[in-house]
């Protein structure tokens, strides 16, 4: 499916988002080593783990309002809201006020718009786009945001560190542009007989509608095939997490400056900070340049494998980290990260839009998201437990964890055909 033949909304959303998404990433990969410097690196955990129960709620909830009150209304509140969000950090920067309080509940309001909006964004796909090319489409929106992390984390780590206010500020701005250009150039793709079901469905009072959202994800929670998916991306997420707040401050402690050699006469070196923005670089690279090639690729094996597979390769670079402080090394263990996450490019979402219902997709990829909310929960533990045990430790737990979530995706598949033979029969 070519994207000049996509729905309007889609493509209004991928040129939109793309800005959104090159703005965060100038942003987001250093808060890590942002609040570990402000707070501590124990607080700094404790700190993020507070913001991602928010998150958490509002994916719910987000879900949930996404199929009682339309996509395109969603994300234009989201993209607003995240928008206001990074005003606020902006001028929590600012040369009139410096507040990392301030910075860290601009943070959470941002995580929580951001929750609103990914189930919308990927409802709108199952709504206007046939199952068999959803894989693709998925796909395409993975590459744009892979070229943000391309160019974000390169000028970031110059802007963030030196220029903290007018980025924040310019991202806030684009965040803002981008709701409106949802909002009056879109159009909702919510079929009006299942909006009209769902609110006859649900009663006018908060109490009911949080009755019916409780009801709605009970279902949800009963179809075992996708509460092993839900399970399994938590725990893979504990590893996948890490590119964003284990391993920066690891290579911050690690590389403090290391020459590389020398380019045309001149000392080629880097420091903690930068090695990790072109690792980050290198990442987004390899998926703009191999996501088709791969997806193809995995495409020719059974879908349960190239799960595995993913999550083999994410235990493998999970190793890799803590053996050395070499930045070549380092470059290595991220080639054979990004692999295992361009095994499932497209397959993970694809395969939650066969699970749900027509009348339920929104709040099925807001539950598929909890493996992203409730992981990113979880996942900044990771800075008490170095303070306990220390790096190498932690990232050996991370491995395990990453091959243990590979044996669930086989259980889950074995069930999934066990719950296919039975539709069948």
Known sequence: ????????????????????????????????I?????????????????????SVAANLIGGYCADRFGRRTMLFFSATAEGGAFILFAFANSPWLDSPLWSFVAFTIAGVAGSF??????????????????????????????????IGPIVGAVLFFQYRFMLLLTAGIIFCL?????????????????????????????????????????LIVKDKVFLLFVLAGILLGQTYMQLDMLIPVYMKEVIDK???????????????EGSFGILLSENGLLVVLFTVFVTRWMSKYPDKWV??????????????????????VFLFAMAIFTLGELATVGLQESFVSKLAPADMRGQYFAAAS?????????????????AWIGFTWTFIILAILALGSGFIYLLMFKEYSKKKKEIAA
């Not at 942002?34 to 928010?54: N, R």
């Not at 250009?181 to 006018?204: C, H, M, S, V, Y």
């Not at 290391?258 to 903690?272: I, K, M, P, S």
């Open 1 to 32: 499916m070519r994207i000049k033949d996509w729905d309007r909304s889609l493509k209004v959303r991928l040129f939109g988002e793309f800005f959104s998404n090159l703005s965060f990433w100038m942003v987001f990969p250093f808060l890590a």
């Open 34 to 54: 942002y609040f570990a410097a402000e707070f501590g690196t124990s607080m700094a955990g404790i700190l993020l783990v507070i913001s991602q129960v928010f």
């Open 117 to 150: 909006y990914h189930p919308a964004s990927q409802a709108i796909v199952a709504d206007v786009v046939p199952e068999h090319q959803r894989s693709t489409v998925f796909s395409v929106f993975y590459t744009s945001i892979n070229i943000s992390v391309v």
């Open 178 to 218: 981008v709701g409106l250009a949802l909002r009056f150039l879109t159009e909702e793709t919510l079929p009006k007989d299942i909006k009209q079901q769902l609110a006859n469905n649900g009663a006018n009072n908060w109490m009911q509608v949080v009755v019916n959202q409780i009801k709605a994800y009970g």
């Open 258 to 272: 290391q020459v590389l050699g020398n380019l045309f006469g001149r000392e080629w070196a880097v420091t903690g």
């Open 307 to 328: 799960f595995f597979l993913s999550s083999f390769l994410y235990m493998i670079a999970m190793f890799i980290f803590p053996m050395t402080a070499n930045f070549w």
């Open 370 to 386: 909890l493996r992203y909310t409730i992981g990113r929960t979880i996942a900044p533990l990771v800075f008490p437990l170095v």
